[in-house]
């Protein structure tokens, strides 16, 4: 009986230890994606962001249509929460719970969700940002080389075409590409994959930027006003 107990008790440890920091990693995660700084920030300023330029609550519209360092403080909050999401978060049930164990897998999991969080924020019924400073957070949390890389092609892009959209999906494709020759090593091959999923991802967010990209309508990033 008292084997049976320790048995069973052991199993119960187990699956918390297995079950309970993911469970709560991976909700806090998406929760930490869904703040809406833009929004927040902007509403502060007696404005409704996704009713003026763009629509969107990204840090490129606060810049455009509330002011430019109000769009730099979205920029780093949004940074921020990708950084957070791979590199706090999911040590949060470690720390306050003593179970689990922290391994690639896990802030890569974190990491995707606040990016996730971010897309699809629950506090705006599911429609947020494109993703690109919140994965860009992501990235200098978990692979600072392809993140380095990336943000060279977003900066040279940017300087030549003064598109916001075509130098992030520059940037997406960069770290798509690279992905595989720097974190490609032995048995690890889903870890490019997930970024490449990472670009993939980023590139679809860009859809209606394509599209006004097609028909000449795209709005280029204006220095002065």
């Avoid at 320790?6 to 199993?11: D, H, L, P, Q, S």
């Avoid at 599911?126 to 957070?137: C, D, E, N, R, V």
Wanted: positive net charge; charged residues 10%.
């Amino acid at each position: 009986m008292l084997l049976f107990l320790a048995v069973a008790t052991g199993r119960r440890i187990s699956a918390m230890n297995l079950y309970l920091p993911w469970t709560l990693g991976c909700a806090a995660a998406y929760l930490l994606g869904s703040v809406p700084f833009g929004f927040l920030v902007a509403k502060a300023k007696g404005l409704d962001i996704r009713q003026v330029g763009s629509g969107n609550i990204g840090a490129t519209n606060v810049f455009r249509c509330v002011s430019k360092p109000l769009g730099v403080l979205t920029f780093l909050l949004d940074l921020g929460k990708g950084v957070a999401g791979c590199c706090l978060i999911p040590w949060l049930p470690t720390i306050g719970f003593g179970v689990g164990a922290v391994d690639l897998s896990f802030r890569v999991t974190c990491g995707f969700l606040t990016v996730a969080g971010h897309n699809w924020t629950i506090f705006l019924g599911f429609k947020g940002g494109k993703g690109i400073a919140t994965s860009a957070g992501l990235l200098l949390g978990l692979a600072p080389a392809a993140c380095g890389w990336a943000v060279l092609a977003w900066l040279l892009v940017f300087l030549a075409t003064r598109y916001v959209s075509v130098a992030s999906i520059f940037a997406a494709l960069i770290l798509g590409i690279l992905a595989w020759p720097l974190y490609f090593h032995g048995n690890n091959g889903w870890f490019p994959l997930m970024l490449d999923i990472l670009a993939a991802l980023a590139i679809w967010r860009h859809r209606a930027n394509i599209q006004r990209l097609r028909a000449g309508t795209e709005s280029r990033f204006q220095f002065k006003r």
